[in-house]
């Protein structure tokens, strides 16, 4: 097999967490070596489905993109791109439509999460969400997609309308893989570990920002919720332990079975502080990086602009075979 197409996407909403950065983030940093190429957007037109205001989301964005370049994505080996200056994404979302089921959609576990979550308004867009997302991948004809564990089911999803598209209009799109990291794929929020650590509805102290300074990294993590009991091992009944197992574990680069032999005879005390002391290791680096890089606004831009040019060159050209295929506009 050749080297793998590598397509992921990142919400420009809330603050980027912990999860985000193990989960996904530090994911595309490695795929950067391997894809050719390797595509990184930031969904600024996902981020619509819910309310957002146009200042903040603006802000939110370049955040996003100074978090990304500052964990180590590099404009020169990778493309990274905005996905709202590649409308071909839009129009792809709409034919795609067209062989999505609305049941599979209906079945979305993030949509019936979200919906629950509004107050005001269940938007169609939070609904049709899974077919933009999928637009995002097929156009890239993308063969790997690194995300967290919550996002398995939406990947499967494009899976599906790739095959429908395929029997039915002949071999045009790439059924892609995920690739969910074997730790870390899905970091519980520190005082509900039952949850995983999210921007929407949980509490400032369960969530560790990318962005936090070491004070409140030691804060959080010293006030992690911890489980019955006093042995540092992964167990059913031990979320709250088992989650700041990985957390070391993939801070530290390690295996989470090394961690448990490590403090075997620990207390939780010392193991909190462990892990705190790892995780400000592993984020001091992109949050100082990131204070240089986020207040040039145009150099941002410019950098945003340059890469949706090359996502442009390669989704124009899957967005005409698609037509042409469906029968879409004069014959090519
Ligand atoms: P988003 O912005 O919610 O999350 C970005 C990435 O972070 C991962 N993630 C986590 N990983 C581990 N533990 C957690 N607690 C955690 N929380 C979030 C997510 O799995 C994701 O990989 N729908 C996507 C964005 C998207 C996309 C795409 C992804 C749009 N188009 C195309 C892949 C391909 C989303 O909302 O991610």
């Known amino acids: 097999m050749g080297a793998p197409i590598i397509f992921s996407g990142i919400q420009p909403t809330g603050r980027k967490h912990l999860g985000n950065y193990i989960g996904a983030i530090r994911q595309y940093v490695e795929g950067q070596e391997r894809g050719a190429p390797a595509i990184f957007c930031i969904v600024d037109l996902h981020a619509i489905s819910v309310a957002c205001e146009p200042a903040e989301l603006r802000e939110r964005l370049y955040d996003t993109m100074a ?58 867009a939070l609904f049709f969400y899974p077919v933009l997302q999928a637009a995002d991948v097929l156009a890239h004809r993308a063969t790997e997609v ?55 509805g949980a509490a400032e102290a369960g969530t560790v920002y990318v962005l936090d300074g070491p004070a409140a ?13 006093r042995e540092v091992v992964r167990a059913p009944d031990k979320p709250g332990v088992a989650n700041l197992i990985e957390i070391l574990a993939v801070a530290r680069g390690v295996d989470p079975t090394e961690v448990e032999v490590e403090f075997a005879a620990a207390g939780y005390g010392d193991f909190k502080q ?13 949050r100082e990086r990131y204070a240089e890089l986020r207040p040039d606004e145009a150099a ?33």
């Open 67 to 124: 978090i990304l370049l500052a964990a180590g994505l590099d404009p020169e080996r990778c493309i990274l791109f905005r996905q709202s200056d590649v409308h071909e994404h839009t129009e792809l979302t709409w034919l795609l439509s067209a062989v999505t089921a609305h049941g599979d959609l209906n079945r979305m576990h993030q949509f019936k999460e979200k919906s629950a979550e509004q107050r005001q308004l269940v938007s169609a």
């Open 274 to 286: 462990a892990v705190a002391e790892a995780v400000v290791e592993l984020l001091a680096p992109v």
């Open 217 to 229: 990294i030691h804060k959080k993590l010293g006030g992690a919720v911890t489980d019955s009991g």
């Open 300 to 332: 941002l831009e410019a950098t945003l602009a340059a890469g949706a040019e090359k996502a442009r060159t390669i989704a124009s050209r899957t967005l005409a075979e698609v037509r042409d295929r469906m029968g879409i506009g004069a014959p090519r």
């Open 146 to 200: 690194p995300v967290g564990e919550d996002q398995r089911q939406h990947i499967e999803l494009i899976r599906e309308i790739a095959r429908r598209f395929n029997e039915r209009f002949g071999e045009t799109l790439v059924e892609p893989e995920h690739r969910i990291p074997a730790v870390g794929a899905r970091i519980m929020d520190l005082q509900e570990p039952e949850r995983k650590m999210s921007t929407t």
